[in-house]
């Protein structure tokens, strides 16, 4: 899914402070691409991927375009529906809600959708794919920081998404786990889907095809090679 940002500005408004976190980013992604996003805490990824996925809005004067969905104009029920069809998202704080279990946290965003017969087989398969195989019928609160991590990727992958907006879903992971979980977004990438992946850890970076360093503000593409060679 092709992805255009132009001008994208986000300011954080409150009584005592105006902060400019993003200002005047401008990137074309086109679909199938796997762009990796590079910058220090604090300085606005998630803001960037949440403007992105319609989930917070931009600046006024921003215009952001998925699929040709400009988001900017579409209401808040629009971008409900689009993402649920087209985006999986993997929130940098899992997002699980802690009343469900492993598996019907994945379930949950197409429970009132889909048939259950068909949510739960495709939510145990997702689980076991990502090693979970012994935690699905397990409550958040019982599951390791890597665990409830694996649980939020299972769940973005349920629909199938043309665009997969992932915020250092490896954060968590030990090596061999993070690989895993690399190894199947390459293959969603290998279908045509488009990867938009926010990380602090270099060894991701070889997986990717651009990758683009936000600092004070502004992103700006470097040169994907210029990693790949550090010790
Ligand atoms: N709701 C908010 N209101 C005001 N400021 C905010 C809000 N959310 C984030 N910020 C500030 O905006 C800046 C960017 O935050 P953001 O979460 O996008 O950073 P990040 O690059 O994702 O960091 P990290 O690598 O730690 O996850 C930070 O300085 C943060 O304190
Ligand atoms: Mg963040």
């Not at 739960?120 to 398969?125: I, P, V």
């Not at 889907?193 to 602090?200: E, Q, S, Y």
Request: net charge negative.
């Amino acid at each position: 899914m092709e992805m255009i940002m132009e001008s994208l500005s986000k300011t954080y408004k409150s009584s005592i402070e105006k902060k400019l976190v993003l200002n005047n980013i401008s990137c074309h992604v086109n679909k199938g691409e796997w762009i990796n996003i590079i910058g220090p805490s604090g300085s606005g990824k998630t803001t960037l991927l949440k403007c992105v996925a319609g989930i917070m809005n931009a600046d006024a004067g921003s215009k952001v375009s998925i699929g040709g969905l400009d988001m900017g104009n579409a209401s808040e029920e629009e971008k409900r529906d689009f993402r649920r069809r087209n985006i999986g998202y993997i929130f940098q704080e899992y997002e699980l809600f802690s009343a469900y279990t492993a598996k019907q946290n994945v379930m949950l965003p197409e429970w009132p959708y889909k048939k259950e017969a068909e949510l739960r087989e495709r939510s145990e398969t997702l689980l076991r794919t990502l090693g979970l195989e012994d935690r699905i019928d397990a409550v958040p609160t019982n599951l390791s920081g890597g665990e409830k991590q694996r649980v939020a990727i299972a769940r973005a992958l349920l629909n199938d998404p043309s665009l997969l907006i992932c915020d250092e879903p490896t954060g968590n992971l030990d090596r061999a786990s993070r690989d895993n979980v690399l190894h199947i977004l390459k293959e969603c990438q290998a279908e045509g889907r488009t990867i938009f992946f926010v990380t602090h850890d270099y060894d991701v970076l070889p997986y990717g095809d651009r990758v683009f360093q936000l600092k004070d503000g502004t992103m700006e593409e470097i040169n994907k090679k210029s990693f790949i060679l550090q010790p």
